[in-house]
């Protein structure tokens, strides 16, 4: 008696992509794995500006629907999780960096040593790191340079973030 296997993960971006796009987010990341009988599917999204509970919710019908019309993609009983980023989680894409404009990182750079600051601006190839720890008070920070970055948890962050670097 063979099992029905789960679709590959290629397979499941390429379905959930453009869902996901269309309810207003961006997939992150999906993974699936065995709780029991079931399949686990957890879908991880976020966009620009940060993604509120309702669109989580509105992202999670609509990934709901389009596994549940092709039975093939999730073979079996399965539960659905859709999530966000969490504070942890590695800056490895340009819209990561993008997303954490204003935030407090810690980076480890393949040279020069760890750094930590605020990101001021970030595009497709490099971030704009300032603050007090940074050396010279700014730091153009190419994304090839990085070997891992994370944005710092503030309890008690300033209300509002000035990310221009003050001129000496």
């Known amino acids: 008696m063979s099992q029905a296997k789960a679709a590959p993960k290629e397979t499941l971006i ?36 940060g993604i509120d509970l309702d669109a989580v919710a509105e992202v999670s019908r609509a990934v709901g629907a389009a596994l549940d019309a092709d039975p093939d993609a999730i073979p079996g009983t399965y539960v659905l999780e859709v999530t966000t980023p969490g504070v942890d989680r590695p800056l490895t894409q340009p819209r990561h960096w993008r997303r954490t404009q204003g935030r407090l990182v810690s980076v480890t750079r393949r040279s020069g040593g760890p750094v930590t600051g605020r990101v001021s601006t970030a595009d497709e190839q490099q971030a704009v790191l300032v603050g007090d720890d940074v050396p010279g008070g700014r730091l153009t920070l190419d994304y090839g340079d990085v070997s891992r970055a994370v944005v710092q948890v503030e309890f008690n962050g300033p209300d509002t973030v000035d990310t221009r670097a003050s001129a000496s």
């Not at 961006?26 to 991880?44: K, M, Y």
């Open 14 to 49: 390429g379905l959930l992509t453009p869902v996901i796009s269309a309810a207003g987010a961006e997939l992150e990341d999906v993974t699936i794995s065995r709780a029991g009988s079931r399949s686990v599917v957890r879908v991880v999204v976020d966009r620009d500006g």
